[in-house]
């Protein structure tokens, strides 16, 4: 399995931007799927976006369309989450998520890896 890091959050003014990276350990990172989850306290972690392992394919939540992008680069073992025009609402911790295989995956279930997530807060 694979051994994900994320960072990159933090506090920012609604509007703003942030983008969050993870980091994979191993050697096959190409052959996985990746997912940007998150979760609020006391809720169901939820799918944010997710990308094939190639890239061609990616997934959006409704409540982020237009305002995120899910992106990787495979010779750095790392996937990235481009967080634009930030509102209160996307506060929650956010976490990396990998799976074998080729295609974008939505399900927390169908993940097999995991990070430890990142905090993002986003004040008005």
């Known amino acids: 399995q694979a051994q994900l890091v994320e960072s990159g959050g933090g506090l920012v003014q609604a509007g703003g931007s942030l983008r969050l990276s993870c980091a994979a350990s191993?050697?096959?990172?190409?052959?996985?799927?990746m997912g940007w989850f998150r979760q609020a306290p006391g809720k169901e972690r939820d799918v944010v976006a997710a990308?094939?392992?190639?890239?061609?394919?990616?997934y959006y939540a409704d409540s982020v369309k237009g305002r995120f992008t899910i992106s990787r680069d495979n010779a750095k073992n790392t996937v990235y989450l481009q967080m634009n025009n930030l509102q209160p609402e996307d506060t929650d911790v956010y976490y990396c998520?990998?799976?074998?295989?080729?295609?974008?995956?939505?399900?927390?279930?169908?993940?097999?890896?995991w990070g430890e997530g990142t905090q993002v807060t986003v004040y008005s």
């Open positions: 990308i094939s392992w190639d890239s061609d394919n990616t």
């Open positions: 191993g050697r096959s990172f190409s052959s996985y799927a």
């Open positions: 998520a990998a799976t074998y295989g080729e295609y974008a995956r939505l399900q927390q279930v169908e993940y097999s890896s």
